[in-house]
């Protein structure tokens, strides 16, 4: 049975409407949040693995923000771009156009891999105000403080795409392996809410459309970080980074920080690489009081 989110109640106070829209030749599915007459948008884009729903909780702390969440292309609802690498070119290209088709001059907040699609896209001329990066890759991954486990993610997506394709598949999206990343990243000691990012992770971490794009996407999500993007990024730049982050260590946010023309660090302390299930409500709270 799946288990009830923690944040639910807030969630429930805010307007949901799932919508479509024509992105690169083929459909976009994105989900918008708060009401149509807000005075802030935020378009947000999720995580490696993921889809619209992992970011849901730091949604719920943002009454009165209209944000748009698309699912990436290959992830969730959103099927792979036809005839396309799911590269950090295609990624960008396919953020640059959903911007200027749905937001427009919206803010732009990317978690984790999406903090790299963003920045790349931003550094590369998507119109937008301001950039939010939560739990931002700011360094190559095989240098974070488990690169020996990067190694093996390697290996795992590599033989997931090299075995014949059904077996391939379900080793992908085993549910023990799946257990066992979310074991890993989570770092809160309180059982329910334990639960609860195992549940999300059990639910949505597989809804990948087929092992091609999921390979794509782990490889750039492994070839590529944020400090290759920040010295071209010129708007101001909101950083929500943890302190207990196994991907980037907090030490490499924050030379991170320095690269930017214009940025602001907010440290969460006692958190790993997962602040929008563990700690939603802070990095609401951070992203408030650094908007105008």
């Known amino acids: 049975m799946p288990v009830a989110s923690p944040y639910a109640p807030r969630l429930d106070a805010i307007a949901i409407e799932r919508r479509e829209a024509e992105v690169l030749g083929g459909p976009t599915v994105y989900w918008v949040y708060g009401p149509a007459d807000a005075g802030t948008t935020i378009l947000a884009v999720h995580g490696f693995r993921g889809e619209h729903h992992g970011l849901e909780p730091v949604v719920a702390f943002l009454p009165g923000v209209r944000v748009i969440m698309p699912d990436l292309p290959g992830f969730g609802e959103t099927p792979p771009l036809t005839g396309r690498r799911h590269d950090i ?22 978690h984790s891999f999406g903090s790299i699609v963003s920045s790349a896209a931003v550094a590369r001329g998507l119109a937008t105000p301001r950039l939010i990066l939560v739990n931002p890759i700011g360094a190559p991954a095989l240098e974070g403080p488990r690169g020996v486990l990067t190694r093996l993610a390697i290996f795992y997506y590599w033989a997931g795409a090299r075995l014949p394709r059904a077996i391939g598949t379900w080793l992908l999206r085993n549910p023990i392996v799946v257990r066992v990343m979310s074991e890993a990243m989570a770092k809160t000691r309180d059982r329910g809410l334990r639960a609860f990012i195992h549940d999300q992770h059990h639910r949505y971490f597989s809804l990948f459309a087929d092992r091609d794009v999921l390979h794509d996407a782990f490889v750039t999500s492994v070839s590529h970080d944020v400090s290759e993007y920040a010295e071209r990024i ?19 946010e924050r030379v991170l920080a ?18 929008h299930y563990e700690k939603p409500a802070e990095a609401a709270a951070a992203i408030r009081d650094w908007l105008p």
């Open 258 to 275: 320095k690269r930017f023309a214009d940025a602001a660090l907010v440290e969460i302390a006692d958190v790993g690489h997962l602040i």
């Open 89 to 110: 070119a295609t990624y960008a290209d396919w953020l640059d156009a959903f911007a200027a088709t749905v937001a427009p001059g919206a803010i732009v907040l990317g």
């Open 234 to 252: 010129t708007v101001p730049t909101l950083l929500i980074a943890a302190d207990r982050d196994d991907i980037t260590p907090i030490e490499a």
